[in-house]
């Protein structure tokens, strides 16, 4: 976009608009802490543990934002951004530091961590929403698209890159250096937030909407009514199916990578995870003016291959690879559904059945993670590891043999109607 077009709708061009720096710097950082915290605090759930029934419970902690973004989103709106931005961020600074000192003192358990993980949780799950009401008050409406797709590359970028990282400090410096390193990411982040200039919103909008909690309520009610009998119903709860096994995957990781070789393997399986994400994200674009029901068959249907073959194969670097594969699937998947989720429902209820999918698919993330702790104690890691490759298998099979998904057509030429989405629905 040109800086003529930028300033016509009262804002700077996008890199040279000093908020936006401030934020995506503060994203950045922030972001690279939350790689490290994550794989930091289930590596030494492990270590001191040696328990899959345990790490399963820390990484369903961790992934408690995903399932609260639904929640959290009304919350944020109705509060002041930048008080909300720079409190999360410093409060985690400073709860994360616990776990350094106690162990400088000897006192570093489970327990500890199992009690600062939820807290950590709630306040990560306060950003996502955050950014999605801060962008259109510090860019221009013609720099949106482009706003969010720099700060999406980056957070892509940095759960593949300081996963994988993550693992390698862990073996050079220890857990304890990892979060101290992870206290000072936040606070980089609460000084770059400080120092925007958030302009706030109408003091009437809130009296118009009325209460927080009528006015989410009936969102979520619209929400609900617009996607009942559609054909999102199944698609969401087979998607709910695939996220269980992905939760038993996460929980279990930690001990497949000590399985095969320490913490640098467990830090190459997620950046492998996170490489193969952002490959497909890349190549979905090119598979738009295919069926849309069978693209998602065809490649659930041979991520679950590549994710048994990694299972398998005799060489470590072998899994490795064949594991991020496997993922190029849910890279694909995110990006096509997202694209017809911008097709198919109108504008001014987009985010909140956005809201609605994602969170009731992925409820099944942190209980996935509960159930892989307990199976992988039962079976092994390494067994149950491969199991969990059923979950793509069960999606691919689920669109190859159901005509209604089978039969959806390309995003280039999608009509409402062939997602039972009916004109008079509310908008």
Same mark, same amino acid.
């Given at each position: 976009?040109?800086?003529?077009?930028?300033?016509?709708?009262?804002?700077?061009? $996008?890199?040279?608009?000093?908020?936006?720096?401030?934020?995506?710097?503060?994203?950045?950082?922030?972001?690279?802490?939350?790689?490290?915290?994550?794989?930091?605090?289930?590596?030494?759930?492990?270590?001191?543990?040696?328990?899959?029934?345990?790490?399963?419970?820390?990484?369903?902690?961790?992934?408690?934002?995903?399932?609260?973004?639904?929640?959290?989103?009304?919350?944020? *709106?109705?509060?002041?951004?930048?008080?909300?931005?720079?409190?999360?961020?410093?409060?985690?600074?400073?709860?994360?530091? @616990?776990?350094?000192?106690?162990?400088?003192?000897?006192?570093?358990?489970?327990?500890?961590?199992?009690?600062?993980?939820?807290?950590?949780?709630?306040?990560?799950?306060?950003?996502?929403?955050?950014?999605?009401?801060?962008?259109?008050?510090?860019?221009?409406?013609?720099?949106?698209?482009?706003?969010?797709?720099?700060?999406?590359?980056?957070?892509?970028?940095?759960?593949?890159?300081?996963?994988?990282?993550?693992?390698?400090?862990?073996?050079?410096?220890g857990t304890t250096a990892l979060f101290v390193?992870?206290?000072?990411?936040?606070?980089?982040?609460?000084?770059?937030?400080?120092?925007?200039?958030?302009?706030?919103?109408?003091?009437?909008?809130?009296?118009?909407?009325?209460?927080?909690?009528?006015?989410?309520?009936? *969102?979520?009610?619209?929400?609900?009514?617009?996607?009942?009998?559609?054909?999102?119903?199944?698609?969401i709860a087979i998607a709910a199916v695939a996220?269980?096994?992905?939760?038993?995957?996460?929980?279990?990781?930690?001990?497949?990578?000590?399985?095969?070789?320490?913490?640098?393997?467990?830090?190459? %399986?997620?950046?492998?995870?996170?490489?193969?994400?952002?490959?497909?994200?890349?190549?979905?674009?090119? +598979?738009?003016?295919?069926?849309?029901?069978?693209?998602?068959?065809?490649?659930?249907?041979?991520?679950?291959?590549?994710?048994?073959?990694?299972?398998?194969?005799?060489?470590?670097?072998?899994?490795?690879? +064949?594991?991020?594969?496997?993922?190029?699937?849910?890279?694909? *998947?995110?990006?096509?559904?997202?694209? %017809?989720?911008?097709?198919?429902?109108?504008?001014?209820?987009?985010?909140?059945?956005?809201?609605?999918?994602?969170?009731?698919?992925?409820?099944?993330?942190?209980?996935?993670?509960?159930?892989?702790?307990?199976?992988?104690?039962?079976?092994?890691?390494?067994? @149950?590891?491969?199991?969990?490759?059923?979950?793509?298998?069960?999606?691919?099979?689920?669109?190859?043999?159901?005509?209604?998904?089978?039969? $959806?057509?390309?995003?280039?030429?999608? *009509?409402?109607?062939?997602?039972?989405?009916?004109?008079?629905?509310?908008?």
């Amino acid at each position: 976009m040109s800086a003529t077009a930028a300033q016509a709708d009262g804002q700077p061009p $996008l890199w040279r608009n000093s908020d936006f720096l401030r934020f995506f710097a503060g994203r950045f950082v922030t972001n690279a802490g939350d790689s490290l915290y994550s794989i930091a605090t289930m590596w030494l759930v492990h270590d001191l543990s040696g328990s899959t029934v345990l790490t399963g419970v820390a990484s369903a902690l961790l992934l408690l934002p995903y399932v609260l973004q639904i929640i959290a989103g009304p919350v944020v *709106d109705r509060l002041p951004l930048k008080p909300v931005l720079v409190t999360a961020q410093v409060s985690q600074a400073v709860i994360i530091l @616990t776990l350094p000192l106690a162990a400088y003192v000897g006192q570093l358990s489970v327990t500890l961590i199992f009690l600062t993980v939820p807290v950590l949780s709630l306040l990560a799950t306060l950003l996502a929403p955050a950014q999605s009401s801060l962008l259109p008050r510090i860019v221009a409406d013609s720099q949106l698209s482009k706003g969010n797709s720099a700060l999406k590359t980056i957070t892509i970028g940095l759960d593949m890159i300081f996963d994988a990282l993550g693992g390698l400090l862990i073996a050079a410096v220890g857990t304890t250096a990892l979060f101290v390193l992870d206290s000072a990411t936040f606070a980089v982040a609460a000084v770059l937030f400080a120092g925007m200039g958030i302009p706030s919103v109408d003091p009437d909008r809130d009296n118009a909407a009325g209460s927080a909690l009528g006015t989410y309520l009936a *969102d979520l009610r619209e929400g609900t009514a617009i996607l009942r009998g559609t054909v999102f119903v199944p698609m969401i709860a087979i998607a709910a199916v695939a996220n269980f096994a992905m939760g038993v995957t996460l929980a279990i990781l930690p001990a497949v990578g000590d399985q095969l070789g320490g913490p640098v393997i467990y830090g190459l %399986l997620l950046g492998a995870l996170g490489i193969g994400r952002l490959f497909g994200s890349v190549v979905a674009p090119t +598979l738009e003016r295919l069926p849309y029901g069978k693209v998602l068959a065809v490649t659930y249907l041979g991520g679950a291959v590549l994710w048994a073959g990694a299972v398998v194969v005799p060489s470590t670097p072998a899994t490795v690879c +064949l594991f991020g594969l496997a993922h190029a699937t849910a890279g694909i *998947d995110s990006v096509l559904t997202a694209t %017809l989720n911008q097709k198919v429902f109108p504008a001014d209820v987009l985010g909140r059945v956005s809201a609605i999918k994602g969170t009731a698919s992925m409820v099944t993330l942190p209980v996935g993670s509960l159930a892989g702790g307990f199976i992988a104690a039962t079976l092994g890691p390494l067994a @149950t590891f491969g199991l969990a490759a059923a979950g793509f298998g069960f999606m691919g099979l689920c669109f190859a043999t159901r005509a209604s998904l089978r039969g $959806l057509p390309p995003l280039t030429d999608v *009509d409402p109607a062939a997602f039972a989405i009916r004109p008079d629905q509310p908008e």
